[in-house]
């Protein structure tokens, strides 16, 4: 593998996304996406402009044009070593217990790598190459690769904790009424959530079943019945898809006096499902459903989250401003 083009494309993607973000940002706060890569919290927003922007003319010089200088690599570097700073945070809020995963390796620490190989070809100080096909090559599996790298390390993690509420996502309900395997491990997982005594209420959001039985009248009987009662439910039934869900709770929010929620659904949707939460400004807190089978159209799941985080990202920024 030729590490310089794999390089120079992910130089061209991260500069790119940083510039994205830093531009919604001065715009609106909930354009702001880059924690998913580089998390600033605890430093002054202009630093983290600051940084953000020079790291991302610094990676579009290289992977553009290969052109390194001191100062890139300055700037390359303290991003480096902020992504190796959330890999300590990840693993401090793992080890006493704020978070929980499947799969111990943050998307931070994926980062870092990626941050190392440019900080490395960088001080390489590599002349200009033909590679431009391949680095675009590289720079488009980037685009693929960034929402399944999120759904193998953010959507396994567990940030349940206290909250107002839990919105459950709906799944397939049979023409008979009868929930699927996903939807039951949804519901369930919320259930034991309320039972835990993290939220006092669930919401069940989803659309028309197959049949005439509402898929959230199916997740709110199959609730009853494994024991949370009747009154602690409300059902959300315009929730047709991601966006209207978030947006409808955004409402509940408000006319409720909700702070924050946990929000229930598989791996695969859930960088999405925190995407389109934090372009309405909302506090969630996402939390993997747990399932004892595993999904046979996994990949297939996964090959449309990833067009649909890019449709979401886009979409629902512009629609945020």
Known sequence: MKLNPMARGWAIFLGLYFLANVAGAMWRAQLDSAEWVLNFAGLPMALERVVMTGSAVALLGFGLASKSSRLAAAMVALA???SILNVVQFYRLLWVGWISTSFPVPLSLFIGGLLGLILYRLLKRTEADSGYG???????????LFPMAQMLFFGT??????????????????????????LKDRVRTACDLYKAGLAPTIVMSGGPGEGAIHETEAMRNYAILKGVP???????????????????????????GWHRMLA???????PRVKLASQRHGLTVFTVPARSPQFLAKLPFFMARETAGWWVYFFREGVRAS
């Open 134 to 144: 391949l680095a675009f090559l590289n720079f488009a599996c980037a685009l693929a």
């Open 157 to 182: 993690t567990d940030y349940s904790r206290k909250a107002d509420a839990i919105v459950v996502f709906g799944a397939r309900t049979y023409a008979d009424g009868r929930p699927s395997d996903a």
């Open 80 to 82: 480096l070593g902020i």
């Open 264 to 270: 229930v659904s598989h791996g695969y949707h859930l």
């Open 230 to 256: 009747a009154r602690d439910i409300v059902l959300d039934k315009t929730g047709l898809n991601t966006a209207a869900t978030m947006h409808n709770m955004d409402e509940l929010a408000r006319s409720r």
